[in-house]
């Protein structure tokens, strides 16, 4: 007899709600390949090619010499396993503070295996028993909730304003939560042109959270994969670098800002640990532990292609990915454009004009779930996002999120003109005005 | 105020108590740098060098164009996102039937962050709530019992013999792990030159331990990272080559295969798994959610090398690797004769002898605990690891684990000459023999 395994025999996060999904996504577009994605948040391919990879390799081979490390040294480091937390903290932190005003020592970044790693580290090692929970934005990234489903910590969302997180509505929430005999651990949010909504926090708002964060005693899970990609060039500072409480925990991604194929991401965490004895180490030190129980430690040479990347980039994303963000930029405003110019007129399509990133949502006056999803993919040759699938509890059932990253502009306009046939055609009738 | 945080506040995977000792183990390394380290059980380093890294990419993208890809498409799958469980199932399901003469679809194969991400997936997928336990063999490989901790997955030891596990000992244990309630999910073993003891299993007793999976309805996690290093050419046939009833998920490593530094692992896991709705499909495709909320997918540049090595050993690491086979085999043979020279003479010293594989167990006439260690690296020069650390209740008090993987054959002599002065000075008093 051979074996047979029952689904609901397995652990839950096999069937994570939001990476089912995520694959149902997958699937529709596969079935419609020749539908314009509005879906997908990857990144644009154009911007480098696999002639790159092996010039990395030789700068940052090259950069190793300098410091004085021997030939063994230098095949050691990209060969062998290495350094738990990785051997290119140093570039990233320079990094971190040439482009982000973020300063950290070197020994508070780790490196991991895409950013998804970094927020299982974080979850793992803040939440220690059952009464631990991690709070939330929602609609929330479904990498982070799908992350606390593998290991059991409850989240506990906090609604997004359009402002992004209002830092009262996350007191009252830690409060609560605290009321209940739980201990609110940290706060996930993503407060630069957020995934899913696209909102972003002004900086009081920033910095107050800030203050809330001490007030409730919470750190502050800060993922940001999109800072760089602002409409403008108004500084728009992360919370880590407003940090001087050590609160947050910043969680980085190279999938953007260099490319996803290197699957190099990192977090810093500078915050002391004390043990029984006394001895203090850095948080990020501590986390080493859980790092090397996962994937012991990220690829050597997908950190190498990355530490090239950085040295070539003279340790400023901002200033050598100029060509990225004015991309970008020029998709979200041919995104916001295209929708002015299709839903001008339509009272009963509204959407948000995010300041920057990738998404923008809008809201229909239509049930958009997976099967008009499907309808919108075989008749009308457009796929999207519902935004429902970023809530936990039955929201944004009539909004859907476009992204514009993946895209050529003229791709976007074609189709959001597309989707306005949908929505034209597919609109439920307007409700009766009650007396 | 800057945040402080207790360390028993954290997770307790933080404290790893075989993390911890490793971490030991690294530190008494680093303090002693000039100590011949019987203790590092990497491989040996000459066998690759950074130069091969851009012709192992380019032999995969000739590849990649050969199956019909376009440039744009070769380009997509080494710098994009790519598919969550990998890209390189087929070259490696290939090598399997090559060299294992293990018959798997591409399907059921996944490509992981190094074996570690594995044992954490399997681990995951199967463990669905707090009376599902794994059973593993003890001694263990501390990667497998950090893992269960990560995820708070109990592990149930299962006492090894020289033989390797005993299929018996198996079902006994099965049982009683049964009717105390508990479900007993999964048995872990390194049927193959075992870390940390050597032991194999002779093949009557893999057939039998086939029969008891079926017979107590346990699934088999077969760590397989050594099982090309036989000291001889005798056929070992892994537990998934004899496995017709689909009991054992296999888990691969490319570290000691090819190297460490591209973090490349595997599962293989052809299971059948049938939803509420009757839909089936392979373990291997239901883990790939678990695998999503972890590192998305393994690093598809490091999948490049990776499946360039392969295709440039035409499939058979066991044809290509003659090198390594012959490199590692002298090694163990000088490490076995070594103990032989030096311990002959000494009646309270036993060691095994092992077919195969990185390793040996010394019995040694003292407690061989972290305090010796110390001790024997800085008035010996050598360094070892405890068997205590494979233990979960006090085993190992008086063992040691050699390793020769990463040694040239004259150090492995010298180290041994030194253990035998660190034996010969410390051994304790023998006992009177009572009456």
């Known amino acids: 007899m051979t074996v047979e395994l029952a689904r609901e025999a397995l652990h839950e996060s096999v069937s994570d709600p939001a990476s089912a999904s995520m694959n149902f996504l997958n699937e529709v577009s596969a079935r419609f390949p020749d539908a314009v994605s509005l879906a ?78 970094a927020m299982v580290i974080a979850l793992r090692g803040l939440c220690a028993g059952p009464d631990d ?117 910043y969680l980085g991604s190279f999938a953007k800002s260099c490319f996803p194929g290197a699957r190099v991401g990192f977090l810093v965490a500078d915050q002391t640990v004390v043990d029984a004895d006394g001895r203090r180490s850095l948080l990020a030190e501590e986390l080493s532990t859980v790092k ?49 110019r299709c839903f001008a007129d339509h009272p009963r399509v509204r959407w948000n004009a995010p300041d920057g990133g990738f998404f923008a949502v809008v809201d229909v006056p239509l049930t958009a779930d997976a099967e008009l999803l499907e309808v919108s993919g075989r008749d009308y040759g457009v796929l999207w996002t519902p935004m429902s699938f970023f809530y936990s509890n039955g929201g944004g059932r009539r909004s859907i999120r476009l992204s514009c990253s993946a895209l050529a502009p003229e791709q976007i306009e074609e189709g959001v003109r597309r989707l306005a046939a949908l929505v034209r055609d597919r609109s439920e009738p307007e409700p009766a005005v009650a007396r």
């Open 133 to 249: 929970v991690v709070l939330a934005v929602e609609p929330c990234y479904v990498g982070l909730t799908g992350a606390a489903r593998l290991l059991g910590v409850e989240v506990v969302p906090v609604p997004e304003s359009a402002d992004g997180l209002d830092p009262e509505t996350v007191l009252e929430v830690a409060r609560a939560v605290r009321a209940s005999g739980r201990r609110p651990r940290a706060l996930y949010l993503v407060p630069s042109f957020a995934n899913p909504s696209g909102a972003s926090m002004p900086v009081p708002a920033r910095r107050r959270l800030l203050d809330v964060a001490a007030e409730a005693d919470l750190l502050i899970l800060e993922d940001d994969p999109y800072g760089l990609f602002g409409l403008d060039d108004e500084p728009r500072p992360a919370l880590k670098a407003l940090d001087t409480r050590q609160r947050v925990i």
């Open 40 to 117: 997908a948040g990857r990144p644009y391919e154009g911007f480098h090619t696999t002639d790159d990879l092996d010039r990395y390799l030789k700068t940052y081979l090259a950069h190793l010499e300098e410091l004085g490390l021997s030939h063994e040294q230098r095949q050691r480091q990209l060969l062998q396993y290495g350094r738990t937390n990785g051997t290119i903290g140093a570039l990233i932190a320079r990094m971190l503070a040439v482009d982000e005003g973020i300063e950290v020592p070197e020994q508070a970044v780790m490196v991991t295996a895409g950013c998804q790693e």
């Open 292 to 340: 090397s129980l996962l994937t012991v430690n990220t690829s050597p040479v997908a950190q190498a292609l990355i530490g090239g990347f950085l040295i070539e980039a003279d340790y400023s994303l901002r200033a050598a990915g100029q060509q990225k963000i004015r991309f970008y930029r020029n998709n979200l405003r041919t995104l916001l454009a295209a929708l002015e």
